[in-house]
């Protein structure tokens, strides 16, 4: 079964080119260019990946994700405005998996969505599952990458596709310090430019959602100058 993308884009020349393009790469992709009715279309058909853009008629894409993100299990892609970093940074903490600056290149639109499709594969209506069998425990906190799942006690902790994937590699390796270019490495397949704070983003929301003191985390720590710490203790 092909996957499916939403493509929410109101610019019908770049919207038709892009699905265009997408299709001759094997995916089924439909177009919604309105904001205020990719909502219900988006948790009506559940795609496998919404490609979802900023500015939009009716609803933006931030309003558009922050409503869906809590109800859809799939990947979200945000196109920004070229340079925003502004955009950037509120894509991914309203739940976007990743962000492309528009104009979008089909070719790094693919790269990018293939590469998110790798690391969580899907089957259709968003639901992610794994072959792998592997859980970590760190006294009360729990992340099993078979079931994609993490728990603090008995409270299961919500996170996006890109907050798991994060949070799986830094309980990978915890107790070692992991450089923001190890993490865009691993995650994204780029290296740190200096100025990509897509991975501070990411911390900052798991931080609140695993109720670790943002002034003073212990449970993700930040190394000045060296990069984070997922600690192997504190999880009391």
Request: glycine residues 8%.
């Amino acid at each position: 079964m092909k996957t499916r993308i939403l493509l929410v884009e109101d610019d019908e020349r770049l919207a038709d080119l892009t699905a265009e393009y997408l299709r001759k790469n094997d995916f089924e992709v439909s177009i919604e260019s309105r904001g205020d009715t990719a909502e219900a279309r988006i948790l009506g058909e559940r795609p496998d990946l919404v490609v979802l853009d900023v500015m939009l008629p009716g609803k933006d894409g931030f309003e558009v994700c922050r409503m869906i993100r809590p109800h859809y299990s799939g990947v979200i892609v945000m196109l920004t405005a070229r340079d925003e970093d502004f955009d950037q940074i509120l894509g991914l903490e309203l739940g976007a998996d990743d962000y492309i600056a528009k104009p979008a290149q089909p070719r790094l639109l693919l790269a990018r969505i293939k590469a998110l499709l790798r690391r969580t594969p899907t089957t259709s209506g968003g639901t992610m599952q794994s072959d792998a069998d592997a859980e970590l425990a760190f006294g009360r906190f729990r992340i099993s990458q078979e079931t994609r799942t993490a728990h603090l006690g008995d409270e299961v902790i919500e996170l996006t596709t890109a907050e798991f994937d994060l949070l799986w590699l830094l309980a990978q390796h915890a107790g070692n310090i992991l450089s923001r270019d190890d993490l865009l490495q691993q995650l994204r397949g780029i290296g740190f430019d200096g100025l990509d704070r897509s991975i501070d983003a990411r911390i900052s929301r798991l931080r609140k959602k695993l109720g670790d003191d943002p002034d003073n985390p212990k449970r993700i720590k930040t190394v000045r100058g060296k990069g984070y710490l997922f600690s192997k203790h504190d999880w009391q």
